[in-house]
Nanobody, 121 residues
Framework: QVQLVESGGGLVQAGGSLRLSCAAS????????MGWFRQYPGKQRNLVAA???????NYADSVKGRFTISRDSAKNTVYLQMNSLKPEDTAVYYC???????????????WGQGTQVTVSS
């Protein structure tokens, strides 16, 4: 079994910062891409940021220059540093990882349970 456990969400004023963390645990063989999505009520999840095992990053246009994704491969953990937060960043943030659990496994996508980020104006 694989678990992705998120932490770091909460309530912050506009212009403030939050740091999300997500640790993968369980039967892990190789983790490829890790990332963060967010979901507004009644909407689909959209990519916020992603980082490959080689360290290449990708960001949604709306967060470029404000958010930074990083990972600690030794700890199987991905982080999202969110600065200059805006009320429109309010959403549930989900961690995701594409990984294999054994050497012969096909790569699969796993999700965390989600963490609420609320930015007050």
């Amino acid at each position: 079994q694989v678990q992705l456990v998120e932490s770091g969400g909460g309530l912050v004023q506009a212009g403030g910062s939050l740091r999300l963390s997500c640790a993968a645990s369980g039967r892990l063989f190789s983790i490829n891409t890790m990332g963060w999505f967010r979901q507004y009520p009644g909407k689909q999840r959209n990519l916020v940021a992603a980082i490959t095992s080689a360290g290449s990053t990708n960001y949604a246009d709306s967060v470029k220059g404000r958010f930074t994704i990083s990972r600690d491969s030794a700890k199987n953990t991905v982080y999202l540093q969110m600065n200059s937060l805006k009320p429109e960043d309010t959403a549930v943030y989900y961690c995701t990882a594409r990984l294999t659990t054994t050497a012969w496994d096909t790569i699969s996508t796993y999700w965390g349970q989600g963490t609420q980020v609320t930015v007050s104006s």
